[in-house]
C-alpha cells in the first residue's frame, strides 16, 4: 500500500535490466527408430531500462516520479509486472505488450518525511533526497525617515529569507493603513536571503501605519505649512526694536498680477512716520512663494527676483532644505545678486507681543555657511512672527495679528475612543489597543502616553500635534494566563478577558475525487465510494494549534498526524506519520486556514466493502492530540 502525493519536474535516465521469461519448451520424443522431435513455442521476454526520476531533489509533501522503458523484445505477446521498492515499500504495475511493443511505466511518489530516499526497479537504482519546503521569513522592518513633508519620500524596507531548503517564491506585500499599496514577488534560493524595499509618499499630513506580513511601524507627514492664502483685510503690526522701536503696518489691500506672476498687493505704513520714503509704500508679494516681487517706497522702488534650484520654498517642515538666489534691484539700476541656503530647523512654540505662536525657525545662510537671518514662520499668523537679522542685530516682532491674540496657554492633549480588539483574546493572542490624541490646545506640543495594563506601564509613545489637530495611536500586547485586565491610557479605560488555550482539533475530514488545490478547495467523492486502485485523497483541516512567537515577529507551530487503515475484515493495512510539519509562519492569519491532503492507495486486489480511516493529530506544542475518523467504500 502506498500513501503518497502527486507533483512533478526534471528528468535523469540510467542504468538498463533485462528479465527473461523462461519459455516453455516442449519435448516430443517419438520412440520409433532414433529420431527424437524437439518444438519450442513464442515465447515473451522483457527488458527494462533507462530508469529516471523527474528530480533528484523535493520538497516535503512534493511529488518525485520514476519512470522506466519497459520492452517486449521476445517474440510474443505478454504481461510483465515492473516492482519498484522503496524503504520497505513495493509498489507493483502490470504491462502487457506485443512482441517488439515499448512502453513507459511511471509511478509517483510523495513522502513526508526529511531524508535520502533509495529506491529499485528490478536491478535498477536510483536516490532522490526530500528537503525542507521553501518558507519565508520576513524580519528587520525599517522605516525612513519616520517624519516627512507631504510627498516626501519614505523608504520602508524589510530583511526575508527563505529558511527551507529549496527554492520558492514569496509574494511580499506593503500595505499602508490597512491597504494594500505595493507588491514585490520574490524568488530566493534555500536559506538565501536578501533586502525588499519600497518607496511611500503621501500628500496628507497625519500618521500612517506600515505593514509588511506581521510586522509594523509608522511614520508622520508634517504639517507642512502649505502656501498661505491672503484674504484682503488681512492686517499684522511688527515691532522693529532698535533705537526708534518702529512699528510696521501691512494690511491686504488686493490682488494684481506683475509680470505674468500673480500677486497680492499690501499697503504699508510705519510709525512714527518717515516723510518721504515710506508714504503710500506698497508691495507685490507673490502668491506662490510668499516673497515681495516689487517695493515701492516713497520715490524708491526695489525690485527682487528669486531662483530655486534645489526645492520650491513650499511646503516647509522640519529638515527642508532649499537654496533661493536674490536679485535686488535699486532705484539707481545698480543690481545686487546673492545666494542663500535655507533650512527649517525645527518646530516650536515662540512667544511674541501678540502671543504664544508654533513655528518654523527657518534659518538662512549665505555662501560662507554664516547666518544671516533667523525667523519664526507660524501658519496661524500667515507670516513670520519673529525675524532676527544677525548682521545688523534687529529684532522684528509681532505685535497685532488679524488672526486675533493668542493666549499662551500652551498645547493641551486630549485621549478619547481607546478601543481593545478582540476584547476576549485566547492565551498569547495579540490584542491592538487603538486611541484618538487631539491636541485641544493654542499651540503645538508633544505628549507621552503610557499604555498600562492592570497597573503597570507597558508600552510608551510620544505624540507631537498642531493645535486641533488629531492622530490615531496604536499598541500591541497579550497576555496568556486567564483573567480580566484593565488597560488605562491618559485616563481612558477599557478592559479585556484571555480565556483558555485554544482547543487543538482536527476538523471537516473529506474523502475527495481528486487532489485539494488549497484550504477548502477540493471535490468531495460522491457517497465517499472507490474502485479497488483509485487513488483516495483525504482532506481534513486543523484549528486551535499553539503557536510561539519568535523574536522576529514569525510565529512557530508543529503539528504531526499519523493515519490508519482498516479493511472491511478489521485488520489495519496502514497505520503511519503522515505529517510532520514543523515551520514558522508569517502570518497568524494563515494558521487559522490550515489543511492538509494525503492520499491512499489500496493494495491489487483490495477487499470490496467499508474501510475506516482514522487520523490521530498532535500539537507538538501543546503536548495536545486529537482523533477524527470517517469511512470509504470500495465497489
Not at 499599496?181 to 509618499?201: D, Y
Amino acid at each position: 500500500m502506498e500513501t503518497v502525493i502527486e507533483k512533478a519536474s526534471n528528468q535523469r535516465r540510467k542504468g538498463i535490466s533485462t528479465i527473461t521469461l523462461i519459455a516453455i519448451i516442449v519435448v516430443a520424443v517419438v520412440s520409433v527408430g532414433v529420431f527424437a522431435y524437439v518444438y519450442a513455442r513464442p515465447q515473451p521476454k522483457f527488458q527494462v531500462e533507462d530508469l529516471s526520476l523527474s528530480s533528484d531533489k523535493i520538497s516535503k509533501g512534493d511529488t518525485v516520479t520514476a519512470q522506466v522503458e519497459v520492452t517486449n523484445t521476445g517474440d510474443a505477446r505478454g504481461t510483465h509486472t515492473v516492482k519498484l521498492e522503496i524503504e520497505g515499500e513495493t509498489l507493483e504495475k502490470e504491462v502487457t505488450l506485443n512482441a517488439g511493443e515499448s512502453r513507459t511505466v511511471s509511478f509517483d511518489i510523495e513522502k513526508q518525511e526529511k531524508g535520502t530516499y533509495n529506491l529499485n526497479i528490478e536491478d535498477l537504482s536510483e536516490t532522490f533526497e526530500v528537503l525542507e519546503p521553501a518558507e519565508f521569513e520576513v524580519s528587520d522592518l525599517t522605516v525612513n525617515p519616520d517624519e516627512v513633508g507631504p510627498g516626501e519620500s519614505v523608504n520602508v524596507s524589510i530583511n526575508l529569507r527563505n529558511v527551507g531548503e529549496v527554492e520558492g517564491t514569496h509574494t511580499v506585500k506593503l500595505k499602508v493603513d490597512g491597504t494594500v499599496e505595493n507588491t514585490k514577488i520574490i524568488s530566493l534560493a534555500g536559506e538565501e536571503s536578501t533586502n525588499v524595499s519600497f518607496t511611500v509618499r503621501k500628500e496628507t499630513s497625519g500618521s500612517f501605519t506600515v505593514e509588511i506580513g506581521d510586522l509594523s511601524d509608522s511614520f508622520k507627514v508634517k504639517e507642512s505649512g502649505k502656501v498661505p492664502t491672503f484674504q484682503v483685510g488681512d492686517h499684522w503690526t511688527i515691532k522693529l526694536s532698535d533705537e526708534n522701536n518702529y512699528e510696521f503696518s501691512y494690511e491686504i489691500t488686493g490682488k494684481d498680477e506683475l509680470d505674468n506672476r500673480a500677486c497680492y498687493v499690501a499697503n504699508i505704513s510705519i510709525e512714527p512716520p518717515l516723510k518721504g520714503l515710506v508714504e503710500n509704500a506698497r508691495a507685490w508679494i507673490s502668491r506662490r512663494t510668499m516673497l515681495p516681487l516689487r517695493m515701492q517706497m516713497g520715490i524708491f522702488t526695489f525690485t527682487y527676483s528669486y531662483k530655486y534650484p534645489d526645492e520650491n520654498r513650499w511646503p516647509l517642515f522640519v529638515g527642508k532644505e532649499y537654496t533661493v538666489i536674490r536679485t535686488e534691484r535699486r532705484p539707481s539700476g545698480e543690481k545686487e545678486k546673492k545666494a542663500f541656503t535655507v533650512s527649517v530647523e525645527k518646530r516650536e512654540n515662540v512667544a511674541v507681543p501678540a502671543g504664544t505662536f508654533s513655528a518654523f525657525k527657518v534659518v538662512e545662510r549665505n555662501e560662507n555657511g554664516n547666518r544671516v537671518e533667523t525667523r519664526w514662520y507660524s501658519k496661524r499668523a500667515k507670516m513670520n512672527v519673529k525675524t532676527i537679522d544677525h548682521e545688523s542685530g534687529e529684532v522684528q516682532e509681532l505685535l497685532t495679528s488679524s488672526t486675533g491674540e493668542v493666549k499662551a496657554e500652551g498645547a493641551k492633549f486630549e485621549v478619547s475612543n481607546l478601543e481593545i480588539s478582540p476584547k476576549k483574546p485566547q492565551s498569547e493572542e495579540p490584542i491592538t489597543i487603538t486611541l484618538s490624541a487631539t491636541n485641544i490646545g493654542d499651540v503645538w506640543g508633544t505628549r507621552k502616553l503610557n499604555l498600562k495594563i492592570d497597573g503597570e506601564v507597558e508600552k510608551t509613545k510620544y505624540v507631537s500635534l498642531e493645535a486641533g489637530e488629531s492622530t490615531s495611536v496604536l499598541f500591541k500586547a497579550k497576555r496568556s494566563r486567564p483573567k480580566t485586565y484593565s488597560v488605562e491610557v491618559d485616563g481612558v479605560s477599557g478592559s479585556f478577558e484571555v480565556g483558555g488555550a485554544k482547543e487543538f482539533k482536527l476538523q471537516n475530514f473529506v474523502f475527495a475525487s481528486q487532489k485539494p488545490e488549497g484550504y477548502m478547495d477540493y471535490t468531495e467523492q460522491p457517497d465517499a465510494t472507490y474502485s479497488a486502485d483509485d487513488k483516495i485523497w483525504i482532506y481534513v483541516n486543523v484549528k486551535g494549534a499553539k503557536y510561539n512567537e519568535n523574536p522576529d515577529g514569525t510565529k512557530e507551530a508543529w503539528v504531526a498526524a499519523s493515519l490508519k487503515v482498516e479493511d472491511p475484515n478489521g485488520d489495519v493495512i496502514v497505520d503511519q506519520e503522515v505529517i510532520n510539519d514543523h515551520r514558522n509562519w508569517s502570518e497568524e492569519k494563515e494558521m487559522s486556514k490550515l489543511f492538509y491532503s494525503v492520499y491512499v492507495t489500496l493494495p491489487s486486489g483490495a477487499a470490496t466493502g467499508e474501510y475506516t480511516v482514522t487520523l490521530t493529530g498532535t500539537d507538538k506544542l501543546a503536548n495536545k492530540t486529537d482523533t477524527i475518523s470517517s469511512n470509504f467504500t470500495v465497489e
